[in-house]
């Protein structure tokens, strides 16, 4: 066994649920030793950077109940085993309420890497429409707000923007656009 290594023995789900399952595994880690690894796994996820034709972005506020705060965020969503940019432009459509004409995907990501084995895939959306009121009433977003990218820049300095996937897919969006923070 190469020194970076693992073994997978077995590996069994200990709980299921529609978004999520864990799963354990017994394994030989890299150092030879016998153990268990738990995981959360997920279906792949979408992650949608809509981009306004004044070159804004637009972030929804919904409130986070695991972290009990108001978050400004990225639309997104599972994919709930469809196909990712059909996923990517429903999650767009609920959260915002806007389609869009133009679609690229940017990338992809993991999600938390140590105890899961998600997947975040990114799209860029342009030519946006707004087709409808924004958010599903389970979804809890209280707003959708177009801002320049220095408001965004800084929004990340202050600490307003706090979620890793949104801050994740905004430095792919970045990069894209030829933009540096």
Known sequence: ?????WKKISTRKTYIHSRFNIIEDRVIRPDGAKGIYNFVSVMPAVIVLPVTDKKEI????QYRYPVRKYSWELPGGSSDGKALLPAAKRELW?????????????????????????????YIARKLKKVKQAGLPDEAIVAVRAFNL??????????????AQTISALMLGFMHLGLRL
């Open 150 to 163: 220095k408001t965004i820049a800084q929004m990340i300095r202050d600490k307003k923007i706090r979620d």
């Open 1 to 5: 066994m190469s020194k970076y290594n």
């Open 58 to 61: 637009m972030l929804i506020r």
């Open 94 to 122: 609920e959260e915002t309420g806007y389609e869009a004409a133009q679609w690229n995907k940017l990338g992809s990501f993991q999600m938390l890497g140590g105890i899961s084995n998600g997947v975040e895939h990114v």
